[in-house]
């Protein structure tokens, strides 16, 4: 798999946009970034993925760079309930071994 | 709205006790899997299947097996629990083309040893 590296942790203030980043820098052409999200412990879950272009939906927002070597998660309004672990992962689609998660980084919104 | 059902979501049995923990999808997804976290722990692949009758071990060596008879169900067995096996079981699974794939989580089973 293309390996990611997040910071361990974030803070941000409540209301405020999250901006959540991520490295990798060994993708490939082919190769999608994926961003899940797991409140205490429960199962994470999905939030977005893209493969070069910006995307966005209900929940956030995904920059891509134009060399795909890093991204950005962008939670526009954080609320409390938006505390969790966010997984940034880069699954390579020939390996057996897909969407292997790391670490990932720890976001606390404060109020 | 989960799709992906897990059971029991706890458990608390004593060493040497064989258990199975379930996980079906409605999805007819092909890929399922089951991870293995323990407490503020990162997420490890224990088990994977692409479809029914296929199965590899995954990152993490574990002592349970699994089995995919159909395609909706891939339950994990520990044939005697220890201690050691006490963490929570995450199964997931994603369709099986090519491309984007998104997996979708089960809220888990919690399995204490004692």
């Known amino acids: 798999d293309a390996k990611t590296t997040q910071p361990p942790s974030m803070d941000c203030a409540e209301g405020r946009a999250a901006n959540l980043p991520c490295n990798h820098s060994t993708i490939s052409g082919n190769e999608y970034v994926y961003w899940y999200r797991q409140i205490h412990s429960q199962g994470p879950q999905y939030i977005i993925h893209g493969l070069k272009n910006n995307e966005t939906n209900e929940m956030a927002s995904l920059i891509i760079t134009e060399d795909r070597k890093s991204s950005t998660l962008i939670l526009p309004h954080a609320t409390l309930r938006d505390t969790a672990v966010y997984y940034c992962?880069?699954?390579?689609?020939?390996?057996?071994?897909?969407?292997?998660f790391g670490s990932g980084t720890q976001l606390t919104v404060l109020p | 709205e989960a799709d992906i059902y897990q059971t029991p979501r706890y458990l608390v049995i004593g060493t040497g006790k064989k258990i199975t923990l379930e996980c079906s999808q409605t999805?007819?997804?092909?890929?399922m899997y089951w991870y293995q976290q323990d407490p503020g722990m990162e997420l490890h692949l224990i088990h994977y299947s692409y479809g029914v009758n296929s199965t590899e071990k995954g990152d993490l060596s574990s002592e349970s097996t699994v089995s995919r008879i159909r395609t909706e169900h891939f339950p994990l067995t520990l044939e005697s629990a220890r201690p050691s096996h006490t963490s929570q079981y995450l199964c997931a699974s994603t369709n099986g083309g090519s491309g984007a794939n998104v997996l979708t989580f089960g809220a888990g089973s919690r399995l204490t040893v004692l």
């Open positions: 992962i880069v699954p390579f689609s020939g390996s057996a071994r897909q969407l292997t």
């Open positions: 999805m007819g997804h092909d890929k």
